[in-house]
């Protein structure tokens, strides 16, 4: 696909945005300070191809990480300004093929499929990458969404290997999945709200292949979390270490949050979005009032602002002047879409995810050709560790487009999910 060509709008029947909808989409864009530049689907497309192309320049300049593994996919803007394109090992590298999903299922364009088959396939050896829980992430967004779109039965085995890896780090002692390896002289055994979003995969994998191991696991795997990340108020702790001879909580801390007592805002939207589709794939209704209560918690904040992005840290402690996390808002968005359907107060629920694009197509997306070709700015990766503060990530863009997918989903009466 090249800029000069315009992307086509032909649709297949189970696709994707009616042109009524289309011009819902339609969005004043630029930073808070503003412009008067107008998207919509057809634009952001426009602007994920200056992003691609970008992607193309930066890995023809520099192939390599810093430790010899090609570069794939893009992930955020550097402090230097340049443009950070990272390896399929990285965390994040599956949102960007996903982008590309989401792209082909909004438009039924053929060269985003092209584009979403070919940077999948770049991942297939993550696999087998058990070095954390992140394969959940990197292999269900790009193979997962792969599968669901175009069933190609290749991506089958694929993905039951990156559910074979995930499960791999449970633990029957501790009755949880280990999240990461790193920090050994502070962690014994660390598990942080995050991982509830790689159950999915492991939900999928039963599915699959009729072996309930991968389905007990995560049901255990969020009972532990239940459990032991969520405070009365149902606000979630960031990471919780356990002792892994007794299984006991050693220590409740933050890592990319304002403090170990905070509510850090993109982990209280993980566990909002894990509790939700774990509620989906189990139907056990104590993870919908779960799920319920932690909608409850970020919606009813006296510090969430009006627009629903919220601060990088419910508890940051320079709130008003601090940046808001757009990352945390489209996972918000994207969850209280498929929330919206399951609960009685769903149509108030629906409103809010609304309201939650609206903000984001209206003043956190990127003016037309900036920013890389990142769709969304004004995202807070780890403002504890300063990196990553106020700039577009790859994973607001997933999310942001996956909440478009289910609004238009929801619009035309079919499942969310
Ligand atoms: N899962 C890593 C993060 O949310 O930053």
């Given at each position: 696909m090249n800029q000069e060509k315009s992307i086509s709008l032909k649709r297949k029947p189970s696709v994707i945005i009616s042109s009524i909808m289309l011009s819902l989409f339609i969005f004043s864009c630029g930073g808070p300070s503003g412009n008067s530049t107008k998207i919509d689907i057809e634009e952001i497309g426009q602007q994920l191809l200056v992003l691609d192309d970008n992607v193309q320049k930066e890995i023809a300049k520099s192939p390599l990480d810093a430790r010899g593994e090609e570069k794939i996919v893009p992930r955020t803007i550097n402090d230097d300004g340049s443009l950070r394109v990272v390896a399929g090992h990285d965390w994040t590298s599956g949102f960007y093929p996903g982008i590309m999903w989401y792209m082909y299922e909004l438009t039924g364009d053929p060269e985003w499929k092209g584009k979403a088959v070919r940077y999948t396939s770049k991942l297939t050896k993550e696999m087998y990458n058990g070095s954390n829980h992140d394969v959940g992430f990197r292999m269900y967004c790009s193979f997962g969404n792969g599968l669901r779109l175009?069933?190609?039965?290749?991506y089958v085995p694929v993905l039951v290997q990156s559910a074979k890896t995930l499960i791999a780090r449970y633990s029957e002692t501790v009755r949880s999945i280990k999240s990461w390896d790193f920090n050994e002289e502070v962690w014994q055994f660390p598990v942080i709200v995050d991982n509830m979003m790689n159950l999915e995969l492991l939900f999928w994998a039963s599915e699959e292949t009729g072996d309930p191991i991968y389905r007990d696991i995560a049901i255990q795997h969020a009972l532990t979390t239940k459990k032991n990340h969520y405070r009365s108020d149902y606000s979630s702790v960031h990471v919780v270490d356990y002792d892994t001879i007794t299984g006991a909580v050693r220590q409740k801390n933050t890592h990319q949050g304002y403090a170990d007592e905070s509510s850090w805002a993109r982990g209280q939207a993980w566990g909002l979005y894990g509790f939700t589709m774990t509620y989906r794939c189990t139907k056990d209704k104590q993870f919908l009032e779960q799920a319920e209560k932690i909608a409850g918690f970020l919606l009813n904040h006296?510090?969430?602002p009006e627009d629903l992005?919220?601060?990088?840290?419910?508890?940051?402690?320079?709130i008003p002047n601090e940046e808001r996390d757009v990352s945390a808002a489209a996972i918000i968005a994207s969850a209280l879409y498929e929330l919206s359907t399951y609960t009685e107060n769903g149509g108030e629920l629906k409103e809010k995810a609304d309201q939650i694009l609206e903000s984001l197509g209206s003043v956190y997306a990127s003016p037309a050709g900036e920013n890389y070709g990142f769709i969304l700015a004004h995202s807070v990766g780890n403002k504890h560790g300063n990196s990553e503060v106020d700039v577009p990530l790859n994973y607001a863009d997933y999310y942001f487009l996956e909440a478009l997918v289910r609004q238009e989903r929801l619009a035309n009466n079919k499942p969310v999910v």
């Open positions: 175009i069933e190609d039965e290749i006296p510090r969430l992005v919220p601060y990088w840290d419910f508890d940051a402690p320079g």
